[in-house]
């Protein structure tokens, strides 16, 4: 059973960073797909950065070359930096991790991972 928790939301500016943390604990999770997503309007979550298993980073168009996914190994820690922040990246933001076999499909099969409890990014103009 993996579980995560994160911290590090908060209100900025536009213009903005932030940086946001992911602490997880459970025997999987070293080997599985791990990232975060965000919900504002909607059912689905939005996949924002991904770490698969062989360590290959991957973004949505919206956020490249502003946010930055990252690890610690030692500490079972994800983090995210979030620079340049805009009010549309004000959403809920949740770590999430899963087998990667799971992990393309998991907004639509949220069952198949395990998520935070979410923290909230506001960015106001």
């Known amino acids: 059973q993996v579980q995560l928790v994160e911290s590090g939301g908060g209100s900025v500016q536009s213009g903005g960073s932030l940086r946001l943390s992911c602490a997880a604990s459970g025997d999987a999770y070293s080997t599985q797909c791990k990232g975060w997503f965000r919900q504002s309007s909607g059912p689905m979550r939005e996949a924002v950065a991904g770490?698969?298993?062989?360590?290959?980073?991957t973004y949505a168009d919206s956020v490249k070359g502003r946010f930055n996914i990252s690890q610690d190994s030692r500490k079972n820690t994800l983090y995210l930096q979030m620079n340049n922040l805009t009010p549309e990246d004000t959403a809920m933001y949740y770590c999430?991790?899963?087998?990667?076999?799971?992990?393309?499909?998991?907004?639509?099969?949220?069952?198949?991972?395990?998520w935070g409890q979410g923290t909230q990014v506001t960015v106001s103009s």
């Open positions: 770490i698969e298993s062989d360590g290959q980073t």
């Open positions: 999430a991790a899963s087998p990667c076999a799971w992990w393309r499909v998991l907004p639509r099969a949220p069952n198949f991972g395990s």
